[in-house]
């Protein structure tokens, strides 16, 4: 009984990773040029948009400063 399971197991992973590799041929990959391009933008919007909230974040504490004292 114990056999079967186990054969029936290792289809299982089997067929998986079988999928896996299947769908991984269907990926197509970006060039290395537009990789580079698309991660400069997205370094450059996460360093704006953490230049902001920044400033948000210190001018909130001044106000809330302000109407405490």
């Known amino acids: 009984m114990q056999g079967k399971e186990k ?3 290792k289809s299982q992973k089997k067929g998986f ?3 896996v590799q299947a769908e991984f ?3 197509i990959w970006t060039d290395r040029p537009t990789l580079i ?3 400069i933008v997205v370094l450059i919007v996460t360093i704006l948009l ?3 909230i920044s ?3 210190a001018g909130i ?3 809330i400063n302000l ?3």
């Open 37 to 39: 391009k698309q991660t």
């Open 7 to 9: 054969s029936a197991d």
């Open 17 to 19: 990773f079988q999928g």
């Open 55 to 57: 400033v948000m974040d």
């Open 25 to 27: 041929k269907k990926i």
């Open 61 to 63: 504490l001044e106000c």
């Open 50 to 52: 953490g230049v902001i």
């Open 67 to 69: 109407l405490i004292k």
